[in-house]
């Protein structure tokens, strides 16, 4: 028996699922030479790229230098940074800038004051820019980053979603999650390319048939796996899933970086606080107003991420305490306002006015450093296949990201991506002899509370037994509980209709295994991976890389 009747089949040349920074830059990028379909899994502004508070690390300014930036990369990763990559990323961040300069991204720039006053420097390169304002952030050396107040996620969201409406090569589809990719090897056919997905429409309950000549995962990163994250709903790891399941390997997912200072408040929904305000002057303080970063690391509040939520974990733990504090209130009332007023204003809501009070924060899940194994083209060990943005691990954030290097990294490998794309379009054909989705064999649920059960099963031990501090123990108890999670996920995906909720929990379910057991086998402490069975750092920095074609998978 065929699909439902609703369903439809629709051809490109390529087709990108996700449309945040990596997924729209690309769609723009191919649009003039190339039929392009975007896949929201929700309304366009409800992914990761519209939250994105920090900025967009470049080397712009005279006294700054691409060896500084590469150097710094390369320290803050703990020896896990692959140098050609990282090489790769920074040396193209000039080019990026000005595109979205281009583009209109009404990036701050400086004032004449700022400018004698000597806060921030014009930079100088690329050529034709305006003098933006440059801010310092965790682990960087300089004042390299550039940003539209504290809402730069949002000006690059708005500017590129605004292009790819007005695009007549570029169909967005919202409210769509994908199932699973399609590749020929799998239809049974010669040859190994991805050739298509199967799209879950959300609003209609449909299963369309997407069938393109390229296929591109830009779906975010999966820190929904944790109870606690800055991330939207959305980030529940589908395209590493997805990839998995098509037969690629992935890497280094047990390096999940918590963001260190999250809006502790009832009502605030982890609502993330910027690393740029310690970039601009604030600091870390216990209850009594004691400051203690100093006793961690010599850079204090400006330690790379890892070092800043470990010290901030161990002093709750230590206390007991529920947060700490992040105090900017020595800086004057005014600069605060003009430099984070979407802090500010959302702080206000909850009755803390940052010019005054400390804002209580906590350490949350924030950014998947691992991910879908690629070069530098963005390419997979699928042919067609790519992966690029937070989806995928390209070797530049080692074992811990630095500040505002992951939306470069999202903008050079959609740069990448898009001129091997234009050169192997001519010589790849479309394959259309891809059969329709088939749901004649299960029926509709009316246990709908399975799903959100173990949803809320999986996010609590993820939390409790795999998150900033870790144990053998744990991770092994951990790994016996997903056994289980998955046994029952995959019995209920076989028997009933698929919905939203299953589609992430079963992607969720899948990646939360795989960052288990690249914890265990990782048998050191280095950059994110903190265990306290094995507390130092081996001499041999060595990539986690699972093969789905390998035991135990």
Known sequence: MSAKDTTSVYDYDILIIGSGAAGLTLALKTADFAKVAVISKGELSQGATFWAQGGIAAVLDDEDSIEDHITDTLDAGAGLCHRDMVSHVVENSGKCVKWLVEQGVPFTTIS????????????????????????????????????????????????????????????????????DLITR???????????????????????????????????????????????????????????????????????????????????????????????????????????????????????PRDIVARAIDHEMKRLGADCVYLNITHKKPEFIKEHFPTIYSR????????????????????????????????????????????????????????ASNSLLECFVLAFSASDDIREKLPNTPLTTD????????????????????????????????????????????????????????????????????LLELRNLVLVSQLIVECSIERKESRGLHYTVDHPNMAANAIDTILDPHTPPF
């Open 112 to 179: 004449p004051e700022e400018a004698k006053e000597g806060a921030a420097r014009a930079p100088l390169k690329p050529d034709n820019l305006a003098p933006l304002h440059l801010t310092q952030e965790g682990g960087h050396s300089h004042r390299r980053i550039i940003h539209a107040t504290d809402a730069t996620g949002r000006a690059v969201f708005e500017t590129l979603a605004n292009r790819a409406q007005l695009n007549k090569n570029i169909d967005l589809f919202e409210n769509r999650i994908a199932i």
């Open 185 to 303: 090897k799998k239809l049974g056919l010669e040859g190994e390319q991805c050739v298509g997905a199967y799209i879950f429409s959300s609003e209609t309950g449909a299963i369309d048939l997407f069938r393109a000549r390229f296929v591109i995962l830009a779906t975010g990163g999966a820190s929904k796996a944790y109870l606690f994250t800055t991330n939207p709903d959305g980030a529940t790891g589908d395209g590493i899933a997805m990839a998995w399941r098509a037969g690629c390997r992935v890497a280094n997912l047990e390096f999940n970086q918590f963001h260190p200072t999250c809006l502790y408040h009832p009502h605030a929904k982890s609502f993330l606080i910027t690393e740029a305000l310690r970039g601009e002057g604030a600091w870390l303080e216990l209850a009594d107003g004691t400051r203690f970063m100093e006793r961690f690391d010599e850079r204090m509040e400006l330690a």
């Open 347 to 402: 702080c206000l809501k909850f009755g803390i006015d940052i010019t005054k009070d400390r804002i209580p924060v906590v350490p949350a899940a924030h950014y998947t450093c691992g991910g879908v194994v690629v070069d530098k083209m963005g390419r997979t060990d699928i042919p067609n296949l790519y992966a690029i943005g937070e989806t995928s691990f390209t070797g530049l954030h080692g074992a811990n990201r630095m």
């Open 434 to 501: 891809i059969p329709k989705w088939d749901e004649s064999l299960v029926t509709r649920s009316h246990e709908e509370v399975v799903v959100s059960h173990n949803w809320d099963e999986l996010r609590r031990f993820m939390w409790a037994y795999v998150g900033i501090v870790r144990k053998d123990e744990r991770l092994q108890r951990a790994k016996r509980r997903i056994e289980l999670l998955q046994q029952e996920t995959q019995e209920y995906y076989k028997h009933y209709i698929v919905s939203k909720d």
